[in-house]
């Protein structure tokens, strides 16, 4: 499933490293948790081109990233200078934890009957009170395009997602319209929830 961001390295990067995801990094990091010692600790998961990444990193937060694409490990490394790790979410494994997890339009593609035990293993690398952003395109069941798997979601069946977990407190979730021009009448579902 990773083919595609690979096979399309360039078009993908050039499309979305400068879209304005600042609306939903700001909620996100309002509900992230100060660290007593050092800047919280935020990682990308499924980092693509590294914006978000270098976002947080110039904030001033201690940013790692992680994906399952090499062409995108490479791209976030060298847009942000942030380390970043090639993994899958369905590997997915961290040696500390984490005040923040940010996956933007990343486990969207993770197959649907797998979702349930990757957001548990994200939860666990979550600190008390530690946030985790989430978002998908609006709608129902799993689907392939251009060679990409979807697994799709309401704002009902990510708050059943969510709620099965039993680790996150009441969710904010929101729709928003993709940023990219050409992509206005796409509608995504996101959510941050806190880790109680
Ligand atoms: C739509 S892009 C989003 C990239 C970036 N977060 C953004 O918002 O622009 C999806 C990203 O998830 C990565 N990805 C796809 N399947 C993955 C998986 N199973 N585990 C980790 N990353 C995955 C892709 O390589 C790609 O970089």
């Known amino acids: 499933m990773t083919n595609y961001y690979d096979s399309n390295a360039n078009g993908f990067i050039a499309t979305t490293r400068d879209v304005d995801m600042s609306d939903a990094r700001e909620r996100f990091l309002a ?3 100060a660290r007593a010692d050092g800047p919280a600790r ?18 001033g937060y201690d940013v790692k990233a992680f994906d ?33 997890i940010w996956a933007c339009a990343s486990l969207l593609h993770v197959a649907d009957a797998e ?4 957001v548990d293993r994200l939860a666990d690398h979550l600190v008390p009170d530690g946030a985790l952003y989430l978002s998908f395109k609006r709608g129902t069941g799993e689907r392939v395009k251009d060679g990409r798997r979807f697994t799709d979601m309401t704002s009902e069946t990510l708050a059943a997602l969510l709620d099965r977990s039993g ?5 904010d979730i ?10 206005a009448f796409e509608v995504w579902v996101n959510a941050v929830v806190v880790k109680r």
């Open 31 to 33: 509900a992230v948790p």
């Open 42 to 59: 935020i990682l990308d998961a499924g980092s693509g081109s590294g914006r978000d990444a270098l976002a947080f990193r110039v904030s």
């Open 68 to 100: 399952a694409a090499p062409a995108m490990v490479a791209a976030t490394q060298a847009h942000s200078a942030v380390e970043t790790r090639l993994m899958r979410f369905e590997d997915f494994a961290w040696e500390h934890s984490l005040e923040g």
């Open 115 to 118: 979702l349930p035990g990757v």
């Open 167 to 171: 680790v996150f407190g009441e969710p």
């Open 174 to 183: 929101w729709e928003s319209r993709d940023c990219r021009p050409d992509r």
